[in-house]
């Protein structure tokens, strides 16, 4: 049986512990309310207009939907979306998973992959991998620091960019979607090129015929590219609010883990203390025994 002074000892470590992540779910449960308000409004807008995207994008020419050519896949993008810090659970690696059987389907498959890692811990993984380009924004951590639609906008442009010039056939994000305080959903989400509606909504058919206001033109060149900006920052918000989340949740696993494991330990140091009296006791009375002889 440990020590009284050990048990002391840990109680007093596991009390530090649990008054911690009892201050962090406080954090993230605050922090988490912003961002799924945000997400909340978002997402019906997003996914509305990804939609629609999609059905004109199919209605264009390869002259003018640049954004929806379809090409020989040679060349890949992933894009991993995950946190800053840890402490979140599985929240990372559920993401880090899904990217590593995506990337050994591509090299099965001849593709060359790039990585774009958005999130600190992201860049701490793949930056020895090889993956990552030196021609590559390697700075995106701080997109979560003050996260807003002017922020994305550019990393957006810079991936479109890449595409249109041909150095990527086709990018695809990687990122938890927001579903609840407890459940996040990983998703792989192909960015570019934009898919037909039929993949993106079941039992819709794609549309080949729209009438376009102001004209073709001004969808191709203004539209289209907000419409991916927002289909990037919609994804970040998603993550933003999923880490909050799963932070939120692993936090009150630990604090509940800490509580159990205080209550063992008194439970423990009782009966050390109780072995201990007793000890003293018989001394005491084997002592007096002896006086007596």
């Not at 990585?115 to 700075?139: C, F, H, Q, W």
């Not at 918000?237 to 799963?246: I, K, N, P």
């Not at 494991?261 to 006791?281: H, P, V």
Request: without cysteine; positive net charge; hydrophobic residues 40%.
């Amino acid at each position: 049986m440990p020590s009284l002074k050990e048990v002391r000892s840990r109680i007093v470590s596991v009390n530090s512990t649990k008054q911690i992540t009892a201050a962090m779910k406080m954090v993230s449960a605050a922090k988490l309310r912003r961002a799924q308000d945000a997400i909340t409004r978002m997402r019906p807008y997003a996914e509305k207009l990804q939609q629609i995207l999609s059905n004109v994008s199919a209605s264009l020419d390869s002259s003018e939907g640049i954004y929806s050519q379809q090409r020989e896949v040679k060349r890949v993008l992933f894009v991993p979306i995950v946190s800053n810090r840890g402490l979140a659970g599985a929240f990372n690696t559920q993401v880090f998973r899904l990217v590593r059987k995506s990337l050994s389907e591509a090299q099965q498959n001849g593709q060359e992959v790039t990585i774009l890692p958005i999130g600190k811990k992201a860049m701490d993984l793949y930056r020895r991998s090889g993956l990552v380009s030196n021609e590559l924004p390697t700075d995106l951590a701080g997109l979560f620091d003050g996260l807003s639609f002017d922020k994305v906008a550019p990393v957006a442009e810079l991936i479109m960019q890449r595409f249109v010039d041909g150095q990527y056939d086709k990018v695809v994000l990687f990122y938890n979607k927001f579903k609840n305080a407890a459940v996040q959903i990983t998703t792989e989400e192909q960015y570019l090129p934009i898919p037909p509606a039929a993949e993106k909504v079941k039992g819709e058919a794609t549309q080949g015929e729209h009438i376009m206001e102001p004209d073709r033109a001004t969808i191709v060149e203004q539209i289209i590219p907000k419409s991916l900006k927002i289909q990037l920052y919609k994804a970040l918000l998603d993550s933003f609010a999923a880490e909050h989340g799963a932070r939120m949740t692993a936090m009150h696993k630990a604090t509940d883990n800490a509580d159990a494991l205080l209550k063992d330990l008194k439970l423990t140091y009782n009966k050390a203390r109780q072995a201990s009296i007793t000890n003293e006791i018989l001394e005491i009375v084997g002592g007096a025994e002896a006086l007596k002889g």
